[in-house]
């Protein structure tokens, strides 16, 4: 019996290999066909560059992730290629991903379906190698997953990580009872300290680890021992994220801090000495667990000073729990009578292991200290580098315990005046500013951080609704219902009264909003259906998930027959009729109910599945209204589910030969094919949606900013998409590097204006006259604006003002301490006319119009930030000898009111000394029209079939409305009518309806055709435009009212729109609007009703 049982497993084993890397190759051949060959937008460009030169990104970094990637750029065969190279790595990890989850979908079902001792029969194999074949290619196929496999961000190998040691745990298992399993722990070790290199996310498998390492080493376990296990498990994945990640940093500045501040040594001498100690008492607590006769007090003593040096113990950032942590450790261990030297062997080869791992993050202090273009937060020392994985430009966030949207900061009397609560938090330790080369090292002090308390009353636990920007307010009490409780409390000794959200109301918003939009909403995309791809925030147009089952759908989203455009036609819009929910639901319950090995496996597939989705809801705690989906965050959550949709092919053939009695082999058969059309299904809603292959436009759309500059210009820049693009065309292509990319949001940071002052490529230094004393961190961040007087203050003496640190012009009556201002609210720039013709600013066209002077109305503002400040300098500093630009997707906050001297050169906005506001002196219209006809490309956005996602839809829609539009509103007005036809053709030409839908952004160019007697044209593209508004408005006024209140806001555009073309058509053809009047009035007369209603 026996042999026949090895020769049944072997042959099982060489098809479950096989059949792993046939979904390797089936994988890994749909994301390189679907993947795009360039870098996408948002995150991706930033990491392609950071990966090819290796430069540091955003906080907290992924310098693993960049050492792997820039291996594989190193087969581009020219820098066009290196994003390609890098998007491939993706796709080839995600394969990998799936050629795990397939061999840990068999294992699983394997330890259930087949009784240990016992010969595997064909009909098991065939379930076993099915349920990893449909979970794996479910997992292949779903909408987040797929996302990620396409691009080059770090998910996708975050995800590789994921499905490693989740495989690698269960070989362990297998292995166990044999000598030197543990290796296997080691190597998972290992694996998570490169990890943390590439995305934490991955530190959430702990609590699935544990639990198949309890339920391993105690084969009869209790509720009690599993819930001691998850709380262990819980306990590891706090200490690697705040102890080891954070406390290791922790304890390396203060050896930094003894080494160069205490012995007057150089800078990083510390760190030095820091590794060399760590690397010893690791070896010798190694060392003294591996001796024929070990010594227990030498053991003791180095295992706990190995504890100390990893900085485990210091969670947070104050010593008194660390101390306390020590001496719990030391009381155990000196308790304890016999120790387990394995255990402790293990633990200690495990921790030196994931510290190897760690220390990829020197990359990022080696490169920070190189200088490198793109040197985010500057990490160049050990203290700046616990700044940069704290991620503390980011800002905390509340979780147990904190404020809530009506929370006041707490102020205590003083004598006769209040002074705000704070509470002491670390300093932030700087770099001396040396005035010689001869000055020694040393850090100082450079802040003393202080954290506001607020009021105690006004607080809450578990705090989910805590931002106070006025929209996440609005939000908050819409997803929360909230109507509020009056509390009242004291404010400077007056009984203040506020309607503070109860708890019933803050747990009904994390239901509703954070758990149900920001995570299940997610999940039924994966699993059930998408209504489309277009980001919503709660109403019933955008962004819900659907099933594809009418009845269902219409109570859901509203009627499912003539839907908007948005809808029906987007790409983004697939239906799975439930089917991989229903088959992961099958597969749960079969699982959790299949005996102990079977509620065993459930257990640790279920806490996979939670600590990688809902275990991130509750920590990221999010504010309403975030600027991009947040699918990619839960991609491991999904990837559990998975598992459960394999294991319900299992369940499937089980209930085929219960209830319809049919042979095993059948039963088998019919499920495994069954559940191979949910995969198929998948793939084929999902994948117009997912095939970014020939698409160039985050490319395109980055150099179309540079090409809208002058030579040696600045162009100033405000979120990701438009300054990432740019970071990617100049850092890895080469494209424009003569012009300075500037982000006004870093602009508010020291580090960044030192970057600005330094060449890069062919850029020259930031016209910056500020030195680092004058803005250095806390100094300087925002000063105040006082109209203490009337007329206008010359920049200049503003400046100056602002800039000294004479006390006198620090103080103000009203106010006792200190503070930097302006005494007023209108300032003066005097415009140097020689510097003007000097340097080409102005072409004759616009010479006659030169301002003397520019005024700068400050008027709405109550201060001016750090930012505001640093340009208004450059403003001054530079004289007009480099050109300087905002982009056309910078916010408006950021102008420092200077809007008024924009002139529109392209996708930028050119600062000219020129009134051009409310003028045709607006747009430049020779420089425009030569950047759109000539200079700008498209990146195939034109490209019959190709897809558009929304991000890049709405920037199509922003070229269309103002670039081609406004250009050609401005080139009819100035009599250039051809030029006019042609910007107008050409906007067609590149932006075809066909793929980029007709709606508002067009009207402005259906009007001037008919401004440049191009009826038909014109015509036609009305025609298409109030088809369109029409056929939304019919569909909204089906909608039951409590659906049409979500979209309302959209009703009334789509109405517009229609009255817009209208009141356009009535001018140049009457006839025209005909055909839609009679249903246009019907619509305004029910508009009229349920407006009344």
């Known amino acids: 019996m026996q042999p026949n049982i090895y020769k049944h497993m072997g042959k099982y084993k060489l098809i479950n290999n096989a059949l792993g890397w046939i979904v390797f190759l089936i994988a890994s051949t749909v994301y390189l066909m679907t993947m795009e060959p360039t870098a996408s937008f948002w995150d991706c460009g930033e990491f392609i560059s950071s990966a090819y030169k290796l430069e540091v990104g955003h906080p907290p970094g992924a310098p693993f992730f960049m050492l792997t990637a820039n291996l594989f750029t190193q087969f581009a065969s020219s820098p066009d290629k290196v994003a390609m190279m890098v998007n491939a790595m993706s796709a080839l990890f995600s394969g990998l991903t799936i050629l795990f989850l397939f061999w840990s979908v068999t294992h699983l079902a394997r330890k259930i379906i087949v009784t240990e001792g016992k010969e595997m029969t064909t009909a098991q194999m065939i379930t076993i190698l099915a349920s990893g074949l449909v979970g794996a290619l479910a997992y292949t ?4 997953f797929w996302f990620s496999a396409v691009e080059g961000e770090v998910y996708a190998y975050s995800s590789l990580f994921t499905a490693v040691v989740f495989w690698l745990i269960l070989k362990w298992e297998s292995a166990a009872d044999r000598p030197h399993a543990d290796r296997w722990i080691v190597l998972i070790a290992y694996l998570m300290g490169l990890s943390i290199g590439v995305h934490l996310l991955n530190l959430l498998c702990i609590p699935a680890i544990v639990l198949v390492y309890y339920y391993k080493k105690f084969p009869n376990p209790t509720m009690k021992g599993t819930l001691v296990a998850l709380l262990v498990s819980f306990a590891i994945v706090g200490l690697m994220m705040y102890g080891v990640v954070q406390g290791l940093v922790e304890v390396c500045g203060w050896f930094e801090l003894l080494f160069v501040n205490r012995l007057g040594m150089p800078y990083n001498s510390g760190v030095f000495a820091y590794i060399i100690v760590l690397v010893a008492v690791l070896f010798w607590a190694t060392y003294e667990t591996m001796r024929e006769k070990p010594n227990d007090i030498r053991m003791k003593i180095s295992f706990i000073l190995s504890i100390i040096l990893l900085g485990i113990p210091f969670i947070g950032s104050g010593y008194i729990l660390g101390i306390v942590l020590i001496a719990a450790l030391t009381a155990f261990l000196f308790w304890v009578k016999k120790l387990n030297i394995k255990l402790m062997n293990t633990i200690l080869v495990s921790l030196m292991v994931i510290v190897v791992g760690y220390s990829s993050y020197a990359l990022i202090m080696i490169r920070s200290t190189a200088g490198t273009p793109m040197d985010q937060n500057a990490p160049e020392d050990i203290f700046t580098l616990r700044t940069y994985l704290a991620r503390e430009q980011y800002g905390q966030t509340p979780l147990f315990y904190g404020r809530t949207y009506v929370s006041e900061v707490k102020y205590e009397r003083q004598g006769n005046s209040y002074a705000v609560a704070e509470k002491e938090a670390p300093p932030t330790w700087s770099r001396i500013i040396k005035k010689s080369a001869d000055e020694k090292d040393r850090y100082y002090v450079s802040r003393e951080n202080k954290e506001y308390q607020y009021v105690d009353e006004l607080n809450m636990l578990f705090p ?3 931002s106070e920007q006025p929209t996440h307010i609005e939000a908050y009490k819409e997803w929360g219902q909230v109507r509020g409780t009056p509390v009242k409390f004291n404010r400077f000794g007056e009984n203040i009264t506020v309607m503070k959200p109860t708890f019933a109301e803050n747990i009904r918003f994390f239901f509703s909003y954070q ?8 999940f039924m995309w994966n699993f059930s259906g998408r209504q489309n791809d277009i ?16 009845f269902i759908d219409e109570a859901l989203v509203g009627p499912q027959d003539d839907m908007p455009d948005d809808i029906a036609k987007n790409k983004g819009h697939n239906v799975y009729y439930m089917l991989p929910l229903l088959l992961g639901l099958i597969g749960l319950f079969y699982q959790a109910y ?19 989705g809902i275990a991130i809801v509750l920590y990221l705690n999010q504010t309403p209204y975030q600027p991009r989906e947040r699918d990619y965050a839960y991609a491991g959550s999904f990837y559990a589910f998975c598992i459960w949709i394999g294991f319900g092919v299992a369940g499937l053939a089980k209930l085929l030969e219960k209830y319809a009695k049919a042979p095993a082999i059948i039963s088998a058969g019919a499920a495994s094919i069954f559940g191979l059309f949910v995969p198929i299904q998948m793939a084929g809603q999902t994948w117009d949606d997912h095939d970014r292959s020939d698409r160039y436009i985050a490319r395109d759309f980055g150099a179309n900013y540079l090409e809208s500059c ?6 100033f820049t405000n979120g990701d998409n438009d300054t990432f693009p740019l970071w990617y065309a100049q850092e890895v292509e080469g494209i424009r590097t003569d012009v300075r990319v500037c982000n006004t949001s870093y602009l508010q940071t020291d580090w960044y204006i030192d970057q600005m002052k330094r060449e890069a490529y062919e850029s020259a230094p930031l016209p910056i006259s500020w030195n680092r004393e004058d803005y250095i961190q806390g100094t300087r961040d925002a000063a105040r604006l006082f109209p203490m007087m009337e007329q206008a203050i010359d920049l200049r003496t503003a400046l100056n003002f602002v800039r000294s640190n004479d006390p006198r012009y620090k103080k103000l009556p009203e106010y006792s301490q200190e503070m930097d201002y302006i005494p007023s609210k209108k300032l003066t720039f005097q415009v140097d006319s020689a510097a003007i013709l000097k340097n080409n600013v102005l072409s004759n066209k616009y010479l006659p119009y030169t301002l003397k002077q520019m005024e700068i109305d400050l008027s709405n503002k109550q201060m001016l930030g750090k930012q505001e400040l640093i340009i208004l300098d450059m403003l001054q500093t530079n004289n007009w000898e480099r050109p300087m630009y905002y982009a056309i997707t910078v916010s408006p906050d950021q102008f420092v009111n200077l809007d008024g001297f924009f002139q529109q050169t392209g996708m930028a906005y050119q600062l000219v000394p020129l009134d051009t506001k409310n003028t045709n002196l607006a747009i430049n219209t020779e420089k425009m029209y030569d950047n759109v006809m000539n200079k700008f490309k498209w990146g195939n956005i034109n490209k019959p079939g190709i897809y558009l996602d929304e991000t890049i839809m709405r920037q199509a829609k922003t070229y269309r409305a103002y670039i081609f539009a406004r250009l050609a509103s401005t080139l009819i007005q100035d009599g250039e009518n051809e030029k006019a036809l042609n910007i107008l053709d050409k906007s067609m030409e590149v932006l075809p309806a066909e793929n980029v839908p007709l709606d508002y952004s067009a009207l402005p160019l259906a009007e001037g055709y008919y401004m440049l007697g191009e009826n038909a044209k014109a015509e036609e593209l009305y025609s298409g435009i109030v088809d369109v508004a029409m056929r939304n408005v019919r569909w909204f006024f089906r909608l039951k009212p409590s659906q049409l209140a979500s979209v309302v806001n959209y009703l009334e555009t789509n109405l517009y729109i229609i009255q817009e073309v209208m009141r356009t058509s009535e001018k140049y053809n009457p006839e025209f609007f005909k055909p839609y009047q009679e249903e246009f009035d ?3 007369m029910a508009y009229s009703a349920a407006h009344r209603e």
Request: a positive charge.
């Open 141 to 144: 196929f779903s909408d987040t």
């Open 464 to 466: 989910r609704m805590h």
């Open 515 to 522: 758990l149900n939009f920001m995570y299940w909403r997610y």
């Open 535 to 550: 980001q919503g925030n709660g109403e019933i147009l955008y962004g819900n998930w659907i099933t594809g089952i009418k």
């Open 594 to 612: 299949s005996g102990q090995k079977g509620i065993q496996t459930f257990w640790i597939t279920f806490f996979l599945f939670f600590m990688t």
């Open 710 to 715: 002058e030579p040696n210009a600045i162009i």
């Open 1082 to 1084: 019907s619509f305004r």
